[in-house]
């Protein structure tokens, strides 16, 4: 799990005394599954005319062989959904061993885009059809509305867009985990997107891979695996893009290093007696944080970072920290750490909509599986404890070598981060980056600060561009970047699919 081994069983008890539910897919799936949002939640929502009814025969991609994925309809949603398709594919043709649910929506603006953006959420376990019904897609329902509604930053308004339920043991996909690699469940993905690609007749599309948190892994190595097919056709890698993203050393370079001066800095959404602040920070000092910091958070770094022992005693401080700010706001979310009572509603919360056997039956997704949102079983078996984040799962640290690669190969990477997340702090994910060598220099070169404007001029968050890699901070954001802000995430995507120069 994406917690610390020494401190596991201790955290287990406090998070069910705390009334949280602990689970086996970690804690980016499901530390505190609570509803992220509300109406407060979408930002400057544009009124639009409801767009005329699109005919079946202007359907670009439906066929004899993509009819029976067809969606022609979404139970509640009282709009025409126009062109969508969703259901299985296997990962090797002829067997269906192994399947992959989809949902693709292709570019309502212009027909004749030939770019394929993919989606994938975290976990590891979590369905990215998260992503596609409160994050990205053209039509979203997000926590505290009583019914959904047509998404005016909708990434279809700019690229075609595949979301996947990754790997195997997620959502509706067919099949028992056996990875014990990001390699192997990358490999099951290639072969699934050449099958996808050739029922739709998709061939010399541009591909760009993109996703939030645990999927700082997969997108790196998803990216690397499609690099390594060689094959234009079908692979033609234009970009990536993570939200939020597990990519260095998580638990201690991620959170505990940086939590106490994140809490510092957010100070009215954590109440904490002076006792409590103070035995904090002088943990922060006693575990060498406030010196690691000082010492490699800069702007060049002075060398590569050094790891730190996860298992040092009393140096656990974000499960120390989560667990005082648990006890003080029962609605407390580390996802979104601005979150107070009373928690609104959410359609993928305790009765899923996905989990309708209406839905299903809409979906072409098989009626026997119970879907929820993260998987309550394992999606790696590499053993109890193992891998660089403890979840089975033994492939390097993505710094390491694909996120290099992939980096080397387009020059078109974003990494970005919400201000108010604290499942993965932005000083966390700019440490990593100062930790990773690229295009022959390690980490950047000079201080993120270029504002990001929106669109009254005010500053939404800051942006930094060396040598392919475009680092966004976004502002009061949580770790759902497009639910949190849209208008960011939107121009975001413009500037990975080539669009524009900067935010």
Not at 184 to 200: R, Y
Not at 292 to 320: E, H, M, R
Not at 408 to 416: C, D, P
Request: net charge negative; aromatic share 12%; charged share 15%.
């Amino acid at each position: 799990m994406l917690l610390q081994n020494t401190l596991y069983s201790v955290l287990l008890s406090l998070l069910v005394s705390n009334g949280v539910l602990a689970s086996p897919f970690g804690r980016f799936g499901d530390i505190n599954r609570r509803p992220k949002g509300g109406p407060s939640k979408v930002k400057q929502l544009l009124e639009r005319e409801p767009q005329a009814k699109q005919q079946s025969t202007q359907f670009k991609y439906l066929s004899n062989a993509t009819s029976a994925f067809q969606v022609k309809s979404m139970p509640d949603f009282s709009f025409d959904i126009g062109e969508m398709y969703s259901g299985l594919i296997p990962v090797k043709s002829g067997d269906t061993s192994k399947e992959v649910f989809f949902v693709f929506q292709p570019n309502v603006v212009n027909p004749n885009d030939k770019t394929l953006t993919i989606w994938l959420n975290g976990g590891p376990g979590c369905s990215s059809l998260e992503g596609f019904f409160q994050e990205n897609g053209r039509f979203v329902w997000p926590p505290g509305y009583d019914a959904p509604f047509e998404n005016p930053y909708a990434w279809t308004n700019l690229t075609n867009m595949l979301w996947v339920e990754h790997p195997i043991g997620v959502g509706f996909n067919k099949g028992t985990p056996t990875a014990t690699t990001e390699e192997q469940v990358s490999s099951d993905f290639v072969g699934f997107l050449k099958n996808f690609e050739t029922t739709f007749g998709i061939e010399n599309y541009k591909i760009y891979v993109t996703g939030e948190s645990y999927a700082g892994r997969y997108v790196p190595y998803v990216s690397a695996a499609v690099l390594n097919q060689k094959d234009k056709n079908y692979f033609d890698l234009g970009g990536s893009m993570m939200y939020d993203p597990c990519i260095g050393q998580y638990d201690t370079v991620q959170e505990d290093t940086v939590v106490v001066p994140f809490i510092k800095a957010n100070q009215q959404f954590f109440p904490f007696s002076a006792s409590q602040m103070s035995s904090l920070e002088k943990s922060h000092k006693s575990c060498g944080y406030d010196t690691y910091i000082d010492t490699y958070l800069q702007f060049p770094p002075p060398k590569k970072q050094p790891a730190i022992a996860a298992s040092k005693s009393g140096c656990g401080l974000f499960n120390t920290a989560y667990n005082e700010i648990s006890n003080i706001n029962e609605c407390f979310n580390v996802y979104d750490v601005n979150q107070t009572c009373p928690t609104p509603v959410d359609q993928l919360g305790d009765n899923p909509y996905f989990n309708r056997a209406d839905v299903k039956a809409a979906f072409h997704a098989p009626s026997t599986t119970t879907w929820t949102e993260c998987s309550n079983n394992n999606v790696f078996v590499g053993g109890y404890g193992r891998g660089p984040e403890g979840e089975g799962d033994l492939s390097a640290d993505s710094i390491q070598k694909v996120l290099p690669q992939v980096l080397e190969a387009t020059n078109r990477v974003i990494v970005g981060n919400g201000d108010y997340d604290m499942i993965i702090i932005t000083n966390g994910t700019l440490l990593a980056i100062q930790n990773m060598t690229w295009n022959g220099d390690l980490g950047f070169q000079s201080k993120p600060a270029t504002p990001v404007l929106l669109p009254d001029g005010s500053s939404g968050g800051v942006q930094h561009q060396e040598r392919g890699l475009l680092w966004t901070e976004s502002f009061k954001t949580g770790h759902m970047g497009p639910e949190y802000a849209p208008y960011i995430a939107y121009k975001q995507v413009q500037w990975l699919l080539g669009q524009i120069d900067t935010l």
